[in-house]
């Protein structure tokens, strides 16, 4: 049975963050805020985590295609190849913002994405998702919640979201109604942007 936490998205409590950090080390799954739909998250560096997230997403785990959520660039030389000062300020002038960039991997990619040659990169201009990677010490694992329903594709509602996967997940944190947008997807792997999906974010 999912708890149910309600976080001030400006003035996140802290109390609040470090119960959630706990859940995620715990192998735990959470759906959060961001700053375009809600999402599901795990700990990256926790395989049980990843395999639960990729069961709720039915998917297999070796074809997820989960993003990385970091809450600065600092992260980037850790999972990514090193990049060129063209795309470094592109990523500069959009981070944060509603944007998932694609950049190469590197070998250094946490067990669940060994062999992936690409990942997906997101820093959420939201102080919920940035403060749980501050504390947790490294990026999260995410994908969107998207509905069943064809009209309504993302659920924005905490409370109905909280229903739906309740015994799917740890934690529902309900910092009121998310947005119905997710993120424009960006492939910089080229060398120059390419928009793979409209979203939310203008370049």
Do not use: W
Not at 17 to 43: N, W
Not at 129 to 143: F, M, R
Not at 179 to 187: E, H
């Amino acid at each position: 049975m999912a708890r149910i936490i309600r976080i001030h998205p400006e003035n996140p409590q802290q109390n609040a963050i470090d119960e959630v950090v706990k859940v995620l080390r715990d192998g735990g799954l959470i759906i959060y805020p961001s700053d375009t739909v809600y999402a599901l998250g795990c700990d990256i560096n926790n395989i049980r985590a990843m395999e639960r997230l990729a069961q709720v997403k039915k998917v297999k785990l070796e074809k997820a295609q989960f993003s990385i959520i970091c809450n600065d660039l600092s992260h980037l030389s850790a999972y990514t190849k090193p990049i060129d000062t063209s795309i470094f300020r592109i990523l500069k002038n959009n981070i944060p913002g509603p944007f998932t960039f694609i950049l190469e991997a590197n070998k250094n990619l946490p067990l669940a994405y060994k062999g992936k040659k690409t990942i997906g990169i997101r820093v959420p201009e939201h102080n919920i998702p940035q403060l749980i990677v501050e504390k947790l010490g490294h990026p999260i694992a995410s994908t969107s919640i998207k509905d069943d329903d064809e009209v309504l594709e993302y659920t924005t509602d905490p409370e109905l979201i909280a229903e739906k996967y309740e015994n799917l997940v740890d934690v529902v944190i309900d910092s009121g109604f998310g947005d119905n947008t997710a993120s424009t997807v960006v492939d910089l792997t080229s060398g120059e942007p390419e928009i793979i999906r409209e979203g939310k974010g203008q370049l």
